[in-house]
Structures are given as C-alpha cells and as structure tokens.
Nanobody
C-alpha cells in the first residue's frame, strides 16, 4: 500500500509561484502513474496533471497547461507540481494521487491512492 504526503502549499499573490511535493512511502512508485488533483470550496475535485514514466509522458488540464509542470524523481519516490503564474481561481486543496491498480497506465479516472491534501491560496 502506498502512502502519500503532500507539502509546499501556502498563500501566494496572483502571478506568483509555488512548488508542491508529494512524498510516497510503502512501496516504490516508479511504475505508477502519479497525479495531482484539486478541490475548491463548493466544487468537485478535478484533475490537474498526471505523469507516467517521465516529463514527456504528462497530461494536463486545459486550465493549467503552460503554467503548471508535473515531474517526478523516482529515486526519491517523490512527485512535484511546479505552479507558475498563479491565479485566484487556482485556490484549492491540492491532492496527490497514484494509480497502483494499473501500473503503466496514465488515465485521469484511474487513481486509487490519495494523500491528505495541501492548501493553496492565491490572493488577488
């Protein structure tokens, strides 16, 4: 079983940057697709970004493409989300996720392990 712990959230002004980290434990994540989701108050949780083996196999929501970058360091069992040009509408709790049931599959709907989340607040 994989445990995921997010960190790096905080308060930032619009136009600023933050980098989120997701540290995994319990088993290596190198074969798993890893993703980031977010949930704003009163809204459904939504997909943000996912990555399979490397940066070249990444998937992004249209709302963040070109501003956010997902990456992974399998040696550290860690996934990152670099967020740039942040907007107030990016304010949400950000969750790290892993698809442990289907190794090698990058699909937005197939994530089964979740972290507790980290709050990101973007002020205008």
């Amino acid at each position: 079983q994989v445990q995921l712990v997010e960190s790096g959230g905080g308060l930032v002004q619009a136009g600023g940057s933050l980098r989120l980290s997701c540290a995994a434990s319990g088993r290596p994540i190198s074969s798993y697709a890893m993703g980031w989701f977010r949930q704003a108050p009163g809204k459904e949780r939504e997909f943000v970004a996912g990555i399979l083996w490397s940066d070249s196999l990444a998937d992004y929501a249209n709302s963040v493409r070109g501003r956010f970058a997902i990456s992974r360091d399998n040696a550290k069992n860690t996934v990152y989300l670099q967020m740039m040009l942040l907007k107030p509408e990016d304010t949400a709790v950000y969750y790290c996720a892993a698809n442990t049931r289907q190794p090698g599959i990058l699909r937005r709907s197939e994530y089964d392990a979740w972290g507790q989340g980290t709050q990101v607040t973007v002020s205008s």
